[in-house]
């Protein structure tokens, strides 16, 4: 049996920052923030989106990609720096939006017997 990574996704939002701008507006170093953590923008959430909405797009773009079943995935790890509630892990709202995406394709409750993991950490 082969065991790993297959693949991965990422969704980035498409507005952005630049760091200049960033800086000047938090009072913040310039040269911190790009010579010494390498950034040269900052992404930024439109109004529609959110973590569980970036996490379900980037999980689609792994389904699509592979022409994977919903039925076949055992688990998905979500790795955020940003939970949307104290309570409920951001991937069951991830399943949610997948479950309405796949279900006409492959069957009502198609991620029944799939697992979800939130790995939240903070950043600088």
Same mark, same amino acid.
């Given at each position: ?10 969704? @980035? ?8 701008? @960033? ?39 792994? +389904? ?29 709202? +991830? ?15 198609? @991620? ?8 939240? @950490?903070?950043? +600088?």
């Amino acid at each position: 049996m082969d065991v790993g990574i297959d693949d991965i996704a990422i969704h @980035f939002p498409r507005l952005f920052f630049d760091m200049r701008d @960033f800086a000047a507006f938090r009072g913040a170093d310039y040269d911190k923030l790009n010579k010494g953590l390498g950034l040269n923008a900052m992404a930024i959430p439109d109004a529609h989106e959110d973590t569980a909405t970036m996490g379900a797009n980037a999980v689609a773009r792994l +389904i699509d990609r592979n022409g994977l079943d919903p039925r076949s995935i055992g688990r998905i790890y979500l790795g955020t720096e940003s939970a949307l509630d104290g309570a409920k892990p951001t991937a069951t709202y +991830i399943i949610d939006m997948l479950q309405q995406r796949y279900t006409r394709d492959h069957g009502d409750d198609c @991620f029944r017997n799939c697992d979800v993991v939130d790995m939240t @950490f903070a950043c +600088i």
